[in-house]
């Protein structure tokens, strides 16, 4: 044979083995690194913000954490993120955009008009996990809520206030999806046996848009609450509490933890009733130790954001807990799931040992969790922190 032709052949056979070797192992890299897209609809801007961009940084910090055994099938979870502006149309253009791709899951939005907008275009998936304690999602639907339910804060509360011997509320609330969702949780409870001894001695609504609340305040002031229940969120809330330190109001204050970060705390410091409760899931860090999965989870949160540098708030809970759940979930079932597949994995998951308790949806539909993982705290700005004041369900912590 020719030394020309030996030395082309030989060129071949190199250039062959190279483009084996290149396929062998550059095929599966690529398949390795295509990113699991997971779309996010967030209110980035406009009044829900606040939460907004809490919930997307916690996500931000949940990649790597998700990401550490190798995603979902070897293909690493990124979170697309889409801006519905605080608004329930804007929510309802992106999610229509979003479900014409048929992903499996959707995560948001924050607030409770956003969620119930885009609700009803979940019909047949994919699932829409909603950031929102406020929404009531229907069982056996696609769409599930974060956290423990605006009617189990609701509750814990009232057991906590008659247990410390609160017994004459006052309830003050906005007129949008979340004000109206309190007090008709609140206005429940109190029609209930379990708390014939709370009486309901004033009620009262405000816009949210509204610049003062003070002729509310002072009807409701001279009902002589021994405390009253200011349920709203976001700059409304602050309108409340203006209105609250203009009149005099003196007694405790309790409000949704939608207004549970430390933007709002530090916003309204001089303006913040003393005391000012708020009930939540098992989430803040303690000194009442609970179930020993719960704290497992929340060391591998709380040591995330450490890392950090960041202190996490109920915002970063929300966004953080829907996004252990469902990628947990994607890694059994693999990333080619439906979503009826990741409905009805979801739907009958229990044992499930989150930063908010132990999930059981086959106990609590669409939510995982019940007043057994509601908690009341109090805010202590000498502390800059959120301190627990009762056990679950609302039992004071003894003294």
Known sequence: ???????????????????????????????????????????????????????????????????????????????????????????????????????????????????????????????????????????????????????????????????????????????????????????????????KNIQLVGQASFNPTDVSAAAQIHHLKASNPQVLIAWSTGSAIGTVFKAIKDAGLNVPVVTTDGNMTFAQMHQFASILPKPLYIPTAQWPKSDIKLSPAVEEAKKVFYDTFDKAGIKPDFGSTLSWSAAMLTVSALKKLGPDATAAQLNHYLSTLKGFAGINGIYDFTKTPQRGLDETSVVLTRWDADKDNWILVSKPQGFPVEK
């Not at 192992?25 to 390795?32: E, F, H, K, V």
């Not at 055994?69 to 608004?87: A, E």
């Not at 275009?121 to 339910?149: E, H, I, N, Q």
């Open 1 to 195: 044979m020719p030394a020309t032709t030996r030395r082309i052949l030989a060129s071949l056979g190199i250039l062959a083995s190279l483009a084996c070797l290149s396929a062998l192992i550059g095929a599966p890299a690529a398949r390795a690194a295509e990113p699991f897209d997971i779309d996010v609809v967030l209110p980035l801007t406009g009044g829900g913000s606040f939460l907004g961009h809490s919930e997307q940084t916690s996500l931000q910090l949940a990649e790597p954490v998700l990401n550490k055994d190798g995603g979902i099938g070897g293909r690493p979870v990124h979170f697309v993120y889409h801006d519905d502006q605080s608004s329930p149309q804007v929510a309802v253009q992106l999610a229509t955009q979003v479900v014409a791709r048929k992903p499996p899951v959707v995560l948001g939005s924050a607030l409770v008009a956003m969620c119930n907008a885009m609700t009803p275009l979940m019909a047949r998936g994919p699932v829409m996990y909603c950031f929102s304690p406020g929404t009531s999602p229907k069982p056996g639907g696609f769409a599930y809520g974060s956290s423990s339910s605006t009617y189990d804060l609701a509750g814990a509360t009232l057991r906590y206030l008659e247990l410390t011997g609160r017994t004459k509320v006052a309830i003050i609330a906005s007129t949008d999806a979340t004000g109206q969702e309190g007090s008709k949780m609140f206005t429940t409870h109190l029609a209930m046996p379990a708390y």
